[in-house]
């Protein structure tokens, strides 16, 4: 089945250590997203790549950091300069070109630091 | 980037039909309107997109007017499991690092 995977569902992390969130597609879908979801608020961008070996931040990439080395993955690192990490965590991944493509959303990672 | 208001939150009826509205004034000529569906601790899940008059998938319609200031959501004979939150974006080519998920409505359907 084609689709994009999140693991782990659930991640518990001690406050200062770094964490890294998987995310793979299988789609062949270009570009790629981070959005963060704070419980009863909307996503929030994080950062989005277009291209391999290429990424942007979104609109609170402080504290987090991305890699793009192959099509198919694009994991977001939690930094321990990320003042308040627990939150919900979806990747995303889209066709690029033309009208506004749909977003595909992976099932999420649950991360709390403690 | 066009920003969008909807209701926060919406009641309903299982087999009510359910519209949900979305305003976004400052819409651009090439901006396309989308809407998505997410249940808790959930990805969203596109449900459908139109750039003028009407659209309709298996799942619901969508209407938007011809000044494109706003756009309904038409969700046709509710049951439990449409219970979720509805988000609204606006974009055109080239937005997906753009677009803007709000609050979105909270529809709560009940028996």
């Known amino acids: 089945d084609g689709g994009i995977t999140q693991s782990p569902k659930y991640l518990f992390r001690k406050e200062g250590q770094n964490v890294t969130l998987s995310c793979e597609q299988n789609?062949?879908?270009?570009?790629m997203y981070w959005y963060r979801q704070d419980p009863g608020q909307g996503l929030r961008l994080i950062y989005y790549?277009?291209?391999?070996?290429?990424?942007q931040k979104g609109d609170i990439a402080e504290g987090y950091s991305v890699s793009r080395e192959k099509k198919e993955s694009f994991p977001l690192t939690v930094t321990s300069a990320q003042k308040n990490p627990t939150a919900f965590y979806l990747c995303?991944?889209?066709?690029?070109?033309?009208?506004?493509?749909?977003?595909?959303f992976g099932p999420g990672t649950r991360l709390t630091v403690l | 980037l066009a920003k969008t208001t909807q209701p926060i939150s919406m009641d309903s009826y299982e087999g009510q039909e359910v519209n949900i509205t979305c305003s976004h004034n400052n819409i651009a000529t090439n901006d396309y309107i989308t809407w998505y569906q997410q249940f808790p601790s959930q990805g969203p899940r596109f449900i459908i997109q139109g750039y003028k008059t009407k659209v309709t998938n298996e799942v619901a319609s969508l209407f938007i007017p011809a000044d494109r200031k706003s756009s309904t959501l038409s969700l046709p004979r509710v049951s439990l499991s449409d219970t979720a939150v509805y988000y609204c974006l606006v974009g055109g080519v080239g937005s997906q690092g753009n677009l803007i998920f709000g609050k979105g409505t909270k529809l709560s359907v009940k028996p």
């Open positions: 995303a991944s889209s066709m690029e070109g033309g009208r506004p493509d749909t977003q595909y």
């Open positions: 789609l062949n879908h270009d570009a």
């Open positions: 790549s277009q291209i391999v070996n290429d990424f």
